[in-house]
């Protein structure tokens, strides 16, 4: 459903153009679509007609997106594959690269802002959240400090604050857009802002303990890769066994909050479990 | 009235951050803020307290200084200079420069969201006129075909077409929202819409005959890089004479549809001249 939305999203630009190539490839090298995943979940605990949140649901697939384009830059990250693919700038050029971000970081709100289906004051709410979410207070904040963390040995403070603001304030959006255009309780959201901040925090450790433990096939990319770039790590700071046992403290903590909301038998409860499981 | 709305929007942002540093570097570095001062100059026309208005303004130059941070850097355009300053990926990297960019295009969006003198329906205008102008069917599509328009032989045509895309929609904005928030009808609103569509390629037809002409010492960058650089322009396509022909029927064009409005006495007519006769 979510694959087919972002089609018909990008099939609304210029098809011969370049731009529009390059901006439609990162989507089709694959992803598990986890962020439009879970705002539909969440919203789906609140209220059957999913159609009222798929326009958000894939508006926040293009800002992930986008921001994989530019962290895997040659001045970023500097990687060559993701998901087993080719990254955009080496299938395009950087400068390309550099404008599909740019692009899909606009489209995005301009998909929210078109979207027949919401009132302007809920169009609001989601481009304020959605902004602040992923700019100069949430995801780019976060990777700035990812590169300034890089080769220096860091805090379990320091390494949590990097990872809330670079990916845990998208999962958060998603979780918290979802109920709120599901017309969710006040008291639901706010259980459900706590419940998303530990799922982010899962979701790192998590991939912090696959780089270690992963299979290769699996996960289209190398492991390992982590202590190679000497990348500081929930099992680098606390060990493996530790960072099992942190994991665990907060799936038991994103459980308790998720089981005070009416979500709390929902789609989202057997995606925790999978986001705690997960082998790639 | 722009720089300092700009650093108190700026301020709002942690002001220890290398990312803030970048993002307001740039705003330092100069600049004419031509397009909020189009902005403003088209709201007074309609309408005297400005403050209405100036979140916009700046959000708008947020946008157009990202493109040209993301513009200078080594993949697109090369430049070490901007303004007879050193360009932001000089002083700080690259990486921070793209991630300043990024941030700078996220909270336009965010201040424009959060302005608390806007009606939800206004905002919601603002955005999505906002979003086309500079996504992927407005400035950054025109960034993309400029960039494979180098060193090719471009017809008049397509020349004009990258330029209203590239600087074209920004300016039409500016002028379009200034009058939209300041209650213009909407006869004016058309006519608007023509006039700032002739002073965008104006503008151009301008910038092409300075890089010829120019006094370096004015312009604060050297002249003639156009003609080192291989690059389409309006003399290069035209003649020097021809140039400046197309600039006068413009002009003329320009002033017609202005005159048809409320603001045809405004500030907006004597910024039509400065544009036509700017020396830098």
Known sequence: MINKRIEHQMNQLNKASRLQKSMLYSFHAGGKRLRPILLLASYEAYQDNV???????????MIHTYSLIHDDLPAMDDDDLRRGQPTNHKVFDEATAILAGDALLTYSFECISNDPLLSYEEKIKLIQWLSKASGPKGMVAG??????????????????????????????????????????????????????????????????????????????????????????????????????????????????????????????????????????
Not at 53 to 59: E, I, L, P
Not at 150 to 179: M, N, P, R, S
């Open 51 to 61: 159609e009222k949140a798929m326009v958000v649901a894939t508006a926040l697939e």
């Open 143 to 280: 990777q700035m400090l990812d590169l300034q963390a890089e080769k220096k040995v860091v805090t379990l403070k320091e390494l949590e604050d990097i990872h809330i603001l670079k990916t845990g304030q998208l999962i958060q959006f998603a979780i918290v857009a979802g109920a709120f255009l599901g017309d969710a309780p006040d008291k639901d959201l706010t259980y459900l802002k706590e419940y998303s901040y530990y799922l982010g925090l899962i979701f790192q450790i998590q991939d912090d303990i696959l780089d270690i433990t992963g299979d290769e096939d699996k996960m289209g990319k190398p492991t390992g890769s982590d202590e190679d770039n000497k990348k500081s790590t929930y099992p680098q700071i606390l060990g493996l066994e530790g960072a099992l046992k942190q994991k665990n403290e907060y799936v038991h903590k994103a459980k308790s909050a998720l089981s005070k909301t009416k979500a709390s038998e929902s789609y989202l409860h057997a995606l925790t479990e999978y986001l705690t499981e997960r082998d790639h």
